[in-house]
């Protein structure tokens, strides 16, 4: 029996590694997001001061601990044979959960999964306890082995957590951004020196009094004087960082607008670390603590009660700085941490671009509502002010793309550091387990809301958007809740078999997922990926975008040869991916397209012809994209149907034809790649023989039909793949006498200067 334990003590030492790991890839966006929108310093000052505040966080949360105690449930009820149950799966549905949600790219409370796995273990095993026994406990006797009126406390300040950071974020944002304006650098120094002081002294006052009292390390006089004294250090602050903010600029010409953003990441990444580290190891340490009064007591596992866990017990200080060091290792290798921030960031972005997310019924009426609310107020106000503050939101006109400018600007991102640093802090120095995924991301679309980033071009992507994460934060809860009371349940009848199975389970799937998303990033890296020109006069476009042009010519290659192979053979799994294929290279066509807004915008006034070709070739490459995938939509859709494999003579048919076709492709691909463009003219004078060659295949297959063909499908299918066929080489043929026609190797291709692009 002992020997059980202490295998579910080394399987949770394993499962809080693990945690933190995927725990961290999702957090990451809690205090990167803002610093990486903003572009205020580089990516490696970003980490480097992020991970100095993870270190120094993760070293004060020792008093957090006491929420995995007994926070959720009444640790006198169970047994300890019970709580280890408990305990086991919560972790084990804890790294489950959240690894779905990083592999989704989808910021996800951390804090909420391990209330609600508490929640829903505790309440399985109570279930038992109480049906299984002679007792004659009922169900309303389940209130006893629940701590109530805190799990009531946690769960409504997580959910308040969503209104107040929203409606602060926006308020904030709104007054900062009045007063400042987008053009903030032009401001007196006063100005900059004041906002300054106010944002370090929130920062500081809120993260030395709120987040750090607790820490082992903090002397117990200073501890006194902050909390006798908060008015005296919060006024003296405010006067010695305006002061020194004044300085800065005054005499040394100091970004303070960044300095703000690198000392608000350090903040929130202490308050992160400081709150959220009990989301990982918390669990684990109570078992730990639990094994040692077991272990010492004499007693079977049966018949010990775990009053001790009511005790307050400190956190080891090593324990807590190993566990800040593997966040700290996370932050900086987890790729799957880099796709959690990008999806927070994109919602906040100020520009339009590429929008992740489809409108749905409900973001468009939230919308339309919203539009309609806003206009009744504004017409209320006076028309002075309305003037006045519309000034203050004019932005900047920017000549780059959305892909390339920040996010948002240096003031957004100083206030959503502040804000949220200051809310966690606070939740920290009560001991109430805020979510600060919930806070940071509520924080940032306040700010944005506010700051007019959702205009009408982008208002119903964007809320849906933040509807589909907060659905998500929904589902994290149910999930989490049903997940660990069915693990508990496994575990309680399973024992040691079960242990065992469910790890080799967590094992494999995590495993599976690492593979998986690690090769996806491989092929994302080794694809061929399409680049937007940015050239000024014609010839410089084409040879920018003669890279371009033989990357989609061998990728279209790839997708037509798949597209008959599947049909040869009949293989399902090649026609899918095919089809994936050809999606992703349709969506980046449209991000080119896209771009033209931007790129009309850097073009010099005589080189206006530039965008006539640009726009031109876009066309053409959309008109071979959508050939391919009709091509491979209708080949994926007849083997998916099970319909009547064709015959022999046309698969050999359409093989000659893919042949064929594979020659024009590397010939294209080749005169591309070299800027060979004197050789287009060879490639279009075959272009008569590539027309009567398809032009064959379609004459055949009528003499077939009328002759012998006796399938509709078959008919249908291969008619369409032949038409399709023939509409593709047009494209091809049109691009190609674009850029035959268009060329002229005497001119040197003329480019933007580096430093107006």
Known sequence: MDNLYIYMLAALAFLAIADLVVGVSNDAVNFLNSAIGSKAVSFKTIMIVASIGVAVGAMTSSGMMEVARKGIFNPGEFMFDEIMIIFMAVMITDILLLDFFNTLGLPTSTTVSIVFELLGASVAVALIKIYSSDS????????????????????????????????????????????????????????????????????????????????????????????TNPIGFVIISFLVFTILSYLAVKLFNAKIYAIIIVVGT?????????????????????????????????????????????????????????????????????????????????????????ERFKPNFLSRNIVRLTIGLSNSVNSLLPASYRQWTDKQ????????????????????????????????????????????????????????????????????????????????????????????????????????????ALIVLAIVLLTKNYLSHRKSNKVLKEEDQLQKSESSSTQGVIHESAATIGKVVKRGNRIYTSAINGLATQNLAVLKKNKKQIQKLSDEIDELRDNIFYFIKNLEEPSLSASAFYINILGYLQDITQSLEYISKVSHKHINNNHKKLKFSQIKELKDLDEQLEQLFIATESAFESRSFAEIGGILNNKASMFNLVK??????????????????????????????????????????????????????????????
Do not use: C
Request: proline share 4%; no cysteine.
């Open 266 to 354: 350090f903040a929130l990444a202490v308050a992160f670390a400081g709150n959220d580290l009990v989301n990982f190891i918390g669990v684990p340490i109570a078992a730990y603590n639990s094994y040692e009064v077991w272990s010492i007591s004499g007693v079977n596992p049966s018949d010990l009660a775990m009053v001790s866990l009511s005790e307050p017990v400190q956190t080891q200080p090593y324990l807590l700085l190993i566990a800040g060091l593997i966040m700290v290792l996370t932050l900086w290798f987890s790729s799957k941490a880099k796709a959690v921030v990008k999806t927070s960031v994109d919602l906040a972005r100020q520009d339009e671009g590429k």
């Open 696 to 757: 064959d295949k379609i004459q055949k297959q009528v003499e077939r039909t009328r002759n012998e063909e006796s399938s509709p499908k078959n008919t249908t299918l291969y008619f369409g793949l032949l038409l399709e066929t023939k509409d593709l080489l047009t494209g091809i043929m049109n691009l190609l006498e674009e850029y035959f026609n268009s060329h002229d190797s005497s001119v040197e291709p003329a480019k933007i200067p580096p430093s107006e692009a």
């Open 393 to 500: 939101f004019i932005k900047p006109v920017a000549k780059v793309s959305p892909q390339e400018a920040p996010a948002f600007d240096l003031v957004r991102a100083a206030v959503n550091l502040m804000v949220a640093s200051v809310l966690i802090s606070i939740a920290t120095g009560m001991k109430l387990p805020l979510s600060t995924t919930y806070v940071t991301f509520m924080v940032t679309m306040g700010t944005s809301l506010a700051d007019r980033a959702w205009g009408t071009e982008s208002a119903v992507y964007r809320v849906a958007g933040v509807l589909n994460v907060i659905g998500g934060w929904f589902f994290t809860a149910f999930s989490a809740f049903v997940a660990a009371s069915i693990m508990a349940v496994i575990l309680y009848y399973g024992k040691g078999y079960a242990l065992t």
């Open 136 to 227: 004659g406990q009922t169900i309303t006797d389940l209130t006893n082995y629940i701590n109530n009126s805190k799990a009531i406390e946690i769960i409504l300040g997580i959910l308040l957590s969503v209104v107040v950071a929203f409606t602060i974020g926006a308020l904030v944002q709104y007054v900062s951004r009045i007063l400042l304006s987008f053009k903030f650098e032009e401001k007196p120094i006063f100005y900059s020196a004041v906002f300054s002081g106010i944002a370090v002294t929130s920062i500081m006052y809120f993260i030395i009094v709120k987040g750090l009292k607790n820490a082992t390390f903090m002397p117990p006089s200073v501890k006194e004087f902050l909390n």
